[in-house]
């Protein structure tokens, strides 16, 4: 079963978000919880109140286990950008874009798949001479 979680115009630009959200994708949700306890970034704030509020929606309204959740997917999409503008020089004015970000967090209690490991071939080593390469 999985359980979605979303978190619409958060006022932190998208690309600090995705920072928070690449280190817990594909973990479980106890370990990613604390992850996010001792991270130091503004984002991992209101990304650990989504992460559990989605645990707490598994356990309440889908009598999940906490322990068999792990984090399937977290998407970091652009919100809405707000427009300002910063007075220059001369009378003119320069854009200033606030950017807003959309979250959606999917957890999951189905077992992970497993990723199957990249067996090493050699290349065979090829030794050309310069007159080989020459003809």
Known sequence: M???????????????VRLVAGLIRRMPAEAAEKQLV???KASSLPVLKL????????????????QS???????????MTIKRFRPRAHGSAAPIRKRTSHVTLILSDEPRPV???RVYKPRKAVSKTIKQQEA
Request: proline share 2%; glycine share 4%.
């Open 2 to 16: 999985e359980v979605i979680a979303k978190l619409k115009s958060l006022r932190i630009a998208p690309r600090k």
């Open 38 to 40: 001792f991270l130091n």
């Open 51 to 66: 992460l559990r509020s989605a645990m707490a929606n598994a356990e309440h309204n889908f009598k999940l286990d906490k």
């Open 69 to 79: 959740l792990w984090v399937k997917t977290i998407t970091v999409d652009g919100g």
């Open 115 to 117: 990723k199957a490991k």
